[in-house]
Every structure is written in C-alpha cells, then in structure tokens.
C-alpha cells in the first residue's frame, strides 16, 4: 500500500506535465498565448512543417538501425545466453477467439470496402474492428501460454486498460497540439451523416483499443520462452530517476519555443518524466529491471507496440485509398518534420515506425502510474512481479 504523498507526488507530476507547456505557450504565443489549433478536437492540419532534411534523415536511421541491430543480434551488445523456461502446453483455440476473428474480418471488409448496405454502420467499423482483433490475440495468447491471457486470467486488468487507454490517448492528443500535428484527421468534417457530437463518441470509443491491443501482444510475445530468453541478461544500466524527471520537465517547457526540432519531445518527455516520478518512489518499472541486465520488459513492450503499430498503419491506409467516399471518420494522416518521406501503403513515413518503441513502454508506465494512484493491479503476465 503507497502513502498520501506518494500518491500525491505522482498526481503532481502529472499536473505538471500537462501546466508546464501551457505556461510555456504564453509566452512563445505572445498574440494568442496558445498553439494554433488548440482544443479543436479531433486535432486537424495546422500548417507546413519544416521539410525533408537529409541530415535529419540519415541521423535518425543510423540511430533506428542500431535499435534493429539489437533486436537482431543482442549477442553483439553484451547479452548473453539464458536457459529458456520450458514450454507450455498448447491450449485449444478458445471461443472468444473465433468470435473475434469473424467481427475483425467483418469490419475490416466493411471499413475497406466502404459500402453501405449496413447503412451508417460503416461510419462506426473502426473500433469494432479492433476489440475483435483484441480479442483475437488474447485467444492466440491463451492457446500458446498454456491457458493464460488477460481476458480469461486477468478480465479486471483487460477491462480497465480500456479505460486507461481512453484518458491515456487523450493525453497524446494533448501534447500534440504543441507539437503543432504530427498527426491529425482530415475525414472528421467529410461525413454529412456524423455531426460532431458523433464524431467525439467515435473517437472516444475508438481510444479504449489502444492499451488492450498493445498489452495483448506482449502477453503474446511473452508466451514464447526462447524469445524472453533472447533479451533476459544483457548490460547492467542504471537510470538516473531524478535528472529524468527534471529533463522530462525541461523538454516539455522547450516544445512550444521549438516545436519542430523537438518533434520526438511529445514521447519521450512524458516517457522518462513519468518513470523517473516512479523509480523515485520505489515502485517497479520496466527500467527496473534493465538495471538489473533484463531487458526483456521493456523490450518485448516496446516491440509490441511497433508490430501493432504495422497493423493500425495498413489498415488506416485501406481505409482511404482510393479517397473516395469518405467512410472512416478516424483516418489519421502525419505530418512529421524532416523525415515525412517513404510512405509504403502507410501514412506513417518509413523511419517514423520507430515512435512505436517508445511509445510501447510510455504507454506501460501510465498503466502503472495508473495503477498506483487509483490502487488497481497492474500485472500483465501470470508470474506478476509488476509485469
């Protein structure tokens, strides 16, 4: 049980977080005091962002490749070899399985074919689509765990990364104004049949899909031994809790002065802002670990998130091209500076993918944060531990 002032401490860093780019924005805004665009929900297309820049382009990949070099050859960057936990039995395929394999290749059909013999239906496919690919990846998870998964084991903590992934996303949202658009979405105002009252419950429900999604692949990923394994003893590297909160703070307030240069602030800054405030209390996350040479946490979570990422990207994409009609009113488009170039049957440019790795984790730690100020179980996996 955590006290009042580490509750307290946590929430503060929150309200801190969101404050100190408003404060910032007074002053970097000195006629509106705000980013163009603020509060305008869905978020839309604000104005050119700088260019492609070849510098920018070669820096971010060489940094990329390094990342997929980890991936690929761990061995190369000091991990070692672990006797993998033996292998569970297979389980059968579960009927929530199959149920949500019939929804997703429903929706998915309707969401890309854009036809209307449903009617309005068509204008809704979206989040649908995506609870019945949850539930189709909590079905592999059980099979290939031995009969473990979030919605069989754990239906609590399944149902509550919902809602923690509705505020969650929001939360993006937010820092994105600042961002002046990384993302926004230009179908919102192109449906006669959704007024914007309709367009807000849309997107509301579509938010609840992203934690489930992303938390279910890494049960997923996590029911296969040899691959924890890969990552499980590597180098030994400790974060320093306090100058990341403090660097946390000093990016957020430094976004509205340079909101293209630091672009990438929007992940990062909330990302080791709220790990810092919850290594400073003492309260595990996937860092923790990494300090202690594992670093199969925060890897399998940030990989989760980029796989997951490639399904969202295509069919995001099938969704809109050709461009008409207009049928999905949650069609994004990215507005990257720099490197917004090499889209291959994505909106998200090539090197842009690698926002999912952190975003992966980011996402974990506000479940965790979550989970400590509003005292609900965080574990995602059958041995618990945290994780």
Do not use: C
Not at 96 to 101: N, P, Q, R
Not at 233 to 250: E, N, T
């Amino acid at each position: 049980m955590f006290s009042n002032s580490t509750r307290s401490a946590l929430v503060m860093t929150i309200l801190a977080m969101v404050i100190i780019p408003l404060i910032s924005s007074w002053f970097a805004y000195p006629s509106t005091h705000l980013p163009p665009g603020f509060g305008i929900f869905p978020p839309q297309f604000v104005e050119d962002p700088p260019g492609f820049n070849l510098l920018v382009f070669i820096g971010v990949a060489a940094l990329e490749a390094v990342v997929a070099l980890l991936y690929i050859f761990p061995q190369w960057f000091g991990f070692k070899p672990v006797t993998p936990s033996p292998r569970p039995a297979l389980r059968a395929l579960p009927w929530w399985f199959w149920a949500g394999l019939v929804v997703t290749l429903f929706f998915w059909w309707l969401m890309w074919a854009r036809t209307t013999p449903f009617g309005d239906l068509v204008y809704y496919a979206f989040t649908p689509m995506w609870w019945g690919f949850i539930f189709v990846l909590d079905g592999l998870a059980y099979r290939y765990s031995g009969g473990y998964s979030l919605f069989s084991s754990r239906p609590k903590t399944f149902l509550i990364s919902a809602v923690v992934s509705l505020v969650g996303w929001y939360f993006f949202e937010y820092f994105d104004y600042f961002a002046l658009g990384n993302w926004y979405y230009p179908n919102t105002d192109d449906i006669p049949a959704l007024n914007h009252t309709k367009i807000v419950w849309i997107f509301l429900f579509a938010y609840t899909t992203v934690w489930p999604a992303i938390f279910e692949w890494y049960t997923l990923l996590n029911a296969f031994p040899k691959f924890v394994a890969r990552y499980a003893q590597g180098p030994v590297l400790s974060f320093p809790a306090k100058p990341m909160l403090f660097l946390s703070f000093i990016l957020l307030a430094a976004v509205p002065f340079w909101p293209y240069p630091l672009f990438w602030a929007m992940w990062i800054a909330p990302l080791i802002g709220i790990s810092g405030i919850l290594m400073m209390r003492g309260i595990w996350t996937p860092f923790t670990d990494v300090a202690k040479g594992n670093w199969s946490p925060v890897l399998l979570m940030a990989l989760s998130a980029i796989i997951n990422g490639l399904f969202w990207e295509v069919w995001n994409y099938g969704s809109a091209h050709p461009v008409l009609p207009v049928t999905n009113p949650n069609y994004w488009v990215y507005d990257i500076p720099y490197v917004n170039v090499i889209h291959i049957y994505v909106e998200m440019p090539l090197l842009g993918f690698a926002g999912y790795l952190p975003f992966g984790v980011l996402a974990w730690v506000i479940f965790l944060w979550a989970g400590k100020v509003f005292g609900f179980n965080t574990d995602l996996l059958k041995s618990g531990q945290g994780h």
